[in-house]
């Protein structure tokens, strides 16, 4: 038996390979220091009403902004709303996000066929599912 020798490797040979080696690397560290840094915190939701109402054929618009301020992802953001005029809840609207990231807002509005500025409007995040 005869040994066979493995032909040398090439300078270019040798490159490709310490490039290759050097972006696995990174990927590997990457993927670690996220993995150890993941806090896995609940959602942190508010809800904003805008300064802006409008009304259009007698219907009261009420624009709002709701934000993830940090933590998770949430799912099925429900936003709700209570007008009050003289202490009594006169109408409600519900609004639904299907999904919010971290540091994510979105915008929507609720309409109203009273006008809120005679009254009080309360909004709040009513429930949220996580992904």
Known sequence: MTKTEQPKRSIA???TFSIASFILAIIVSLVGYTWLNEKNQPPILSVT???TIREVNGQFYVPFEVV??????????QIMAELL???KVTETGEQQIDFLSSGESEEGA???SQNPRQGQLNLRVGSYKLP
Do not use: L, M, R, Y
């Not at 993830?68 to 953001?77: C, F, K, L, P």
């Open 110 to 112: 609720f309409i109203f």
């Open 68 to 77: 993830n301020s940090e933590g998770d992802t949430a799912e099925s953001v």
């Open 85 to 87: 005029i003289n202490g």
């Open 49 to 51: 009403k805008k300064q």
């Open 13 to 15: 040979e040798w490159i």
